[in-house]
């Protein structure tokens, strides 16, 4: 039997072998992706999200959450390309320039997949040209993580070379890391701020306007 909510509490408490060996079961008994994606993975994924909001989750465990939703979501992937289901929105994530931190910028794109969103992963140290050519591709929401009270300006002048290309208006673009406040995105001119992982998705959601 198709064991939907096996693969949700498996998540949750991190068993990456059990949610892939639930996930194969699923496909096998041709059980719908989006029914895998949605009441198992993403399921799981909106109570580890909550449990990290509350504090009754600390980041080991949503690293160990976000391991067992990557070892589903390898299943899950190549399924979803043929079967046509859209992702809520497309977005980029990376550390800016100077910048070699990435545990919460993984964390974050863990949870953004685990959203719904598409999510490309631009990586450390990423040059203003690099976020100026995703918004190129049509990238909805470009998301920008600085750990550094160094590297905060890179935040600035990424969004600013958004500006000098001409192509602010056509994407947002959502800033944190840990010296980040609201105040300072509102002093580069972010569309949005976001203080942890868990709240990045609804922020997401909020700034492209999805469901
Ligand atoms: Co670095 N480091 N580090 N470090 N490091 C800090 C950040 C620091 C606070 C430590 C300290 O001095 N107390 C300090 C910064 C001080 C400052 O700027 N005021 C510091 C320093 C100084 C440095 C170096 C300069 C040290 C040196 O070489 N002298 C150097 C800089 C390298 C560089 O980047 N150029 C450096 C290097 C490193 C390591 C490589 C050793 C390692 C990074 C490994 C890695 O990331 N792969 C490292 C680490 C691990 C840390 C600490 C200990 C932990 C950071 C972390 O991963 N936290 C950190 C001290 C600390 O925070 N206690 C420190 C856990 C993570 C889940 O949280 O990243 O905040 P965080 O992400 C959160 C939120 O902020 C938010 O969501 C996440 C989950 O809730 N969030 C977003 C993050 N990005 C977001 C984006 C969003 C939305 C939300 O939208 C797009």
Redo the contacts with the bound molecule.
Sequence with gaps: MVDLEGIKESLIKGDANKVKELVEAAVNEKTPVGDILNQGLIAGMNVVGVR?KNNEFY?PEVLIAARAMHAGMGILEPLLKESGIEPIGKVA?GTVK????????N??IMMLKGGGFEVEDLGIDVPDEKFVEVAKKGTQLI???A?????MPAMKTAIEALKTAGLKDGVKV???????TQAYADEIGADGY?????S?VDKAKELIGAK
């Design positions: 990290f980041v994530v100077g910048d070699l931190h990435d545990i919460g910028k964390l974050v998301g920008l993580s750990l550094l009270t160094t590297t959502m800033i944190g890391g840990a010296p980040i976001s203080p942890d992982a868990a990045a």
